[in-house]
């Protein structure tokens, strides 16, 4: 299984990324997805997640501001990013539950200037 993520790149404070994730599976029965963020000298942790029911979750400090989609007829995943900070600057990860079987892809980096 192989998840592609794209769509990071450098933003002023304030701007927008919207950042995709390709499944080589049918996410039909990805039971979860999630993105996953990990910034120079920290943690890696959960940004946002969504069932394949569409119920959604995120992380305190981008409620609000980040929407996490996902289309299965298209095995993709998306988080749309808007009013980003200087604190969301991170390399961001897609990940995929299929059963028991977890899967996480390349990282796409973001860097959001002040």
């Known amino acids: 299984v192989q998840l592609q993520a794209s769509g990071g790149g450098f933003v002023q404070a304030g701007g927008s990324l919207r950042l995709s994730c390709v499944a080589s599976?049918?996410?039909?029965?990805?039971?979860?997805m999630s993105w996953y963020r990990e910034a120079p000298g920290k943690q890696r942790e959960l940004v946002a997640s969504?069932?394949?029911?569409?119920?959604?979750n995120y992380a305190d400090s981008v409620k609000g501001r980040f929407t996490i989609s996902r289309d299965n007829a298209r095995n993709t995943m998306w988080l749309q990013m808007n009013n980003l900070r200087p604190e969301d600057t991170a390399v961001y990860y897609c990940t995929a539950r299929w059963g028991a079987g977890w899967y996480m892809g390349q990282g796409t980096q973001v860097t959001v200037s002040s």
């Open positions: 599976r049918s996410t039909g029965a990805s039971d979860n």
């Open positions: 969504i069932t394949n029911s569409g119920s959604t």
